[in-house]
């Protein structure tokens, strides 16, 4: 009796799960960012919470925060003063169109990531902020560059 109920179960479980599930199912996606509030000059050893203003592509989307990655190795070497920021969103899937609306303030999200600088930086950071995609589906960056070094060093720079 027990090996039956113990098959009648298994089956049971087998019918009722279904791994072709298509309920919901979360994506995450780009988004741009609009700001990013750093001070004027990196001093070194000394760790830096950095504010990002990014925009949900529309009401459907979620907020999940920012992506901050600091650049690849190439020709041996390490370009950890490149940061690379995108906003992140997340969005259902499953939904073919978004039929909600939002007004414009509502798609403005914020978030923080904490930054340290070496105690023997003295070259600058910039950062590439993901502004989106050109007409080849190519990634757009805006550059702003910080300088390590004390209250006399150079302001920061923007360029697109």
């Known amino acids: 009796m027990k090996k039956l ?10 019918i009722s799960c279904n791994i072709d599930d298509e309920g919901p199912k979360t994506l995450l996606a780009a988004s741009i960012v609009t700001n990013i509030d750093v001070p004027e000059f990196f001093e070194a050893g000394k760790t830096y919470d950095i504010d990002v203003t990014y925009l949900l592509p529309d009401a459907c989307h979620t907020a999940a925060g920012v992506k901050a ?22 969005f259902d899937a499953n939904l073919t169109e978004c039929d909600k609306e939002a007004e414009d303030e509502e ?28 007409e080849n589906d190519d990634n757009i960056f805006t550059e702003v560059v910080v300088p390590v070094g004390d209250p006399g060093s150079a302001g920061v720079e923007a360029a697109e």
């Open 5 to 14: 109920i113990l098959v009648f179960v298994s089956a049971l479980a087998l």
């Open 69 to 90: 990655q600091r650049g690849s190795i190439s020709n041996g070497e390490e370009e950890f003063r490149q940061i690379y920021v995108t906003g992140v969103s997340s």
């Open 107 to 134: 798609l403005i999200k914020e978030s923080t990531f904490t930054m340290s600088i070496a105690s023997d930086e003295d070259e600058p950071y910039t950062f590439y902020l993901w502004a989106g995609l050109d």
